[in-house]
């Protein structure tokens, strides 16, 4: 297995829309299994194969809490919900699509490709999927919680969108301004007490 290297805003390559995948081949569970490797190794909890320069329809997740003190600061959402409880994890899904939404909630999201950054973002509380698995298996599943909402942040990136364009577009062109302006924090000179990754998570 391999760490694959992740994009980060303000890349173009962010804004491209991913095709459907037409084939599970060998090579595709290979990189499915580096993209869940990379996601683990940065501590993130859902990736785009659109975040690793790859233009197909596939995310990877794992948005199991766990267990320890920071758990419940870290995980806002609180525990598993009784449908989160269903799906197993880690999870990679080709091809998914939101089939319905329902409700709305909101979660202080980060991403991988915007490290350090974290806002509010309003999104669907209740999502049905449909999607493939890396068995070629047709599935379907109803969900809510952090499994949602993560679910709807990786659909995005395979649209060439980010959570920092589902703020308001005074908030947006801010956080955006900023970025290009000073960027990202070295982790290498990470002194750990300004270490906002440390009580979020990344998507
Ligand atoms: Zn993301």
Same mark, same amino acid.
């Not at 233009?55 to 997740?61: E, F, S, T, W």
């Not at 950054?117 to 890396?134: N, S």
């Not at 302006?181 to 906002?196: I, L, M, Q, R, S």
């Given at each position: ?8 805003? /303000? ?14 081949? /060998?090579?595709?569970?290979? %990189?499915?299994? @580096? ?6 190794? %940065? @501590?993130?909890?859902? +990736? ?11 995310? *990877? ?8 003190? #920071? ?20 999870? *990679? ?14 979660? @202080? ?10 806002? *509010? ?13 890396? #068995? ?9 919680? +952090? ?15 980010? %959570? ?17 302006? %000073? ?10 007490? @300004? ?7 990344? +998507?």
């Amino acid at each position: 297995m391999a760490l694959l290297e992740i994009l980060k805003y /303000p890349d173009p390559k962010l804004r491209r829309k991913c095709k459907p995948v037409e084939q599970v081949t /060998p090579e595709l569970k290979e %990189f499915a299994a @580096n993209m869940l490797e990379t996601m683990k190794s %940065f @501590n993130g909890i859902g +990736l785009a194969a659109a975040q690793v320069d790859r233009l197909d329809r596939l995310i *990877v997740l794992d948005t199991r809490r766990p267990e320890g003190d #920071d758990a419940e600061a870290r995980y806002e959402l609180g525990g598993e919900t009784e449908l989160e409880k269903k799906i197993t994890q880690p999870l *990679v899904l080709i091809n998914p699509v939101i089939k319905k939404k329902q409700g709305k909630t909101t979660y @202080n999201e980060g991403c991988l490709s915007v490290p350090s950054y974290f806002e *509010v973002v309003e999104r669907a509380l209740l999502i049905d999927v449909e999607a493939m698995t890396l #068995d070629g298996e047709k599935i379907a599943f109803q969900t809510d919680g +952090l499994l949602a909402i993560c679910i709807q942040h990786e659909i995005d990136h395979l649209d060439g969108k980010l %959570f920092i364009d589902r703020l308001s577009p005074l908030k947006s062109s801010r956080v955006k301004a900023k970025i290009k302006k %000073f960027g990202y924090p070295d982790p290498d000179e990470d002194d750990g007490e @300004n270490d906002v990754t440390d009580s979020h998570i990344e +998507l």
